[in-house]
T-cell receptor, first 108, second 117 residues
Framework: KNEVEQSPQNLTAQEGEFITINCSYS?????LHWLQQHPGGGIVSLFM???GKKKHGRLIATINIQEKHSSLHITASHPRDSAVYIC??????????FGPGTRLSVLP | KAGVTQTPRYLIKTRGQQVTLSCSPI?????VSWYQQTPGQGLQFLFE???????NKGNFPGRFSGRQFSNSRSEMNVSTLELGDSALYLC????????????????FGPGTRLTVT
């Protein structure tokens, strides 16, 4: 069993739909990161959170420490949101453990 | 402000050779982290440097090494290349280390795609 898992593995949505990507982890972490990787490889760091909820534009990230679970929500999805979304557990600055990624395609 | 730059962008090497990759962080950033991404293993953490000191290292063999210079530029070296080292190598820079807590934010470079034949 991987230390960080994501679901779904692949997701196709219609433009405007509300999207949820889930991340669960089995290791102790100090923070959870969400990354976005576009075709071609470029990675953008979206959120780092250790508790509660953060919002940036149409993106919302939540974390439940007790349940070892985080979600990334995209409201009013757009084709430009098509990318691979990766969550990563930060092990108190010592290591980073990455999930396998969720490939999102938003169709116009 | 210029972003994180990595050189070279593409590289082809032969098994047994060694390779050095370079990363120039955003001006003012003191922390540089390196990552390896392969289709099979996904993203994996290699190491983090802060103020010329290696702060931590992922689970990679000693063939993988790095260093950071006084201007915060960083290099990573892989010796005795193996076919399995073919990957996209990414570096990311930040003002401080992940121990800084909620103020931590890292910016990724475009990566160096290494092919080992």
């Amino acid at each position: 069993k991987n230390e960080v898992e994501q679901s779904p593995q692949n997701l196709t949505a219609q433009e405007g739909e509300f999207i949820t990507i889930n991340c669960s982890y089995s290791v102790g972490i100090s923070a959870l990161h969400w990354l976005q990787q576009h075709p071609g490889g470029g990675i953008v760091s979206l959120f780092m959170l250790s508790s509660g909820k953060k919002k940036h534009g149409r993106l919302i990230a939540t974390i439940n420490i007790q349940e070892k679970h985080s979600s990334l929500h995209i409201t009013a999805s757009h084709p430009r949101d098509s990318a691979v979304y990766i969550c990563a557990g930060d092990n108190y600055g010592q290591n980073f453990v990455f999930g396998p990624g969720t490939r999102l395609s938003v169709l116009p | 402000k210029a972003g994180v730059t990595q050189t070279p962008r593409y590289l082809i090497k032969t098994r047994g050779q060694q390779v050095t990759l370079s990363c120039s962080p955003i001006s003012g950033h003191r922390s540089v982290s390196w990552y390896q991404q392969t289709p099979g293993q996904g993203l994996q953490f290699l190491f983090e440097y802060f103020s010329e000191t290696q702060r931590n290292k992922g689970n990679f063999p000693g063939r993988f090494s790095g260093r950071q210079f006084s201007n915060s530029r960083s290099e990573m070296n892989v010796s005795t290349l193996e076919l399995g080292d073919s990957a996209l190598y990414l570096c990311a820079s930040s003002l401080n280390t992940r121990l800084a807590g909620s103020s931590y934010e890292q910016y990724f470079g475009p990566g160096t795609r290494l092919t080992v034949t």
